[in-house]
């Protein structure tokens, strides 16, 4: 059943900017060289401190250069697991924190949302300082990975987007843009986002989408989809703090 599951608080501490990164979201390329995005990025300076999102118990801190967690070894560095004390649907959910440049909490210890458990740092394969954050849902492994965007809480007067975007015989569209627009500005864009390639990334659990964008401001929009030269348009309207869902049909 579709629903709202915004139960984690943002993992950056006051002072860091705690805005998910456009540039990479989940599921994309970024400019079509990029490894699949398996979660999203906070990008803060090294040293910023990170932040528990939830209640929960730690069950990783350390390095991945031995034991795999993402695609290679040395791929988040410095990492933090934390599995929350709720599950969901009756499976457990796990969130991620890489390329840490210090850990301060332990293996086993129990924290609650907003303890400091790290500090920002730009480890394993990361380019700059940023700190990596993933949601996993059933197992902790990088093949149950589900967009953090459905999961994070939008900021105040803002709300989410999740959708499908599918061909005219039903069938689900991979990696095309999706242009936001908002609906008194329609020429200015606001978000540009893939559709999930069909492969290495999940849609979730709840709402079985191929694409989705958190902390849209509340209002009315207009979405955009080009395909075999046609513009395809579709207009929806987000409520502050819950998601939208949108059906965006194409030309097969």
């Known amino acids: 059943p579709q629903g709202d599951h915004f139960w984690l608080a943002r993992p950056i501490a006051a002072g860091g900017s705690d805005v998910i990164a456009p540039f990479y979201p989940y599921g994309s390329r970024n400019d079509g060289t990029y490894p699949i995005h398996q979660g999203v990025e906070f990008v803060n300076p090294i040293g910023t401190e990170v932040l ?49 440049s210090q850990i301060k909490v332990d293996v086993g210890q129990r924290v609650e949302a907003g303890d400091v458990i790290a500090l920002v740092g730009m480890t394993g394969i990361a380019e700059g300082p940023h700190l990596h954050f993933e949601v996993r849902w059933g197992k902790m492994l990088p093949e149950n990975t589900v ?29 095309v843009r999706v242009l936001l627009y908002r609906a008194e500005q329609p020429d200015k864009l606001v978000r540009d986002i893939m559709s999930y390639p069909n492969r290495a990334v999940n849609p979730d659990p709840s709402w079985g989408e191929n694409f989705a964008a958190g902390d849209l401001t509340a209002g009315n929009w207009i979405a955009k989809v080009y395909r075999n030269r046609i513009w395809h348009t579709a207009e929806f309207t987000i409520a502050p703090g819950a998601s939208t869902w949108l059906r965006i049909v194409v030309m097969k």
Do not use: C, F, M
């Open 52 to 100: 528990a999102v939830a209640a929960g118990t730690i069950v990783v801190a350390g390095s991945d250069n031995i034991q795999v967690y993402g695609a290679r070894t040395d791929y988040y560095g410095l990492l933090v697991v934390l599995e929350l004390d709720r599950t969901y649907l009756g499976q457990p959910v796990y969130a991620l924190y890489g390329h840490l």
């Open 147 to 175: 967009n953090p965007e459905l999961w994070l809480r939008p900021a105040d007067g803002r709300g989410a987007l999740a959708g499908l975007v599918v061909s005219t015989d039903d069938l689900v569209v991979p990696e």
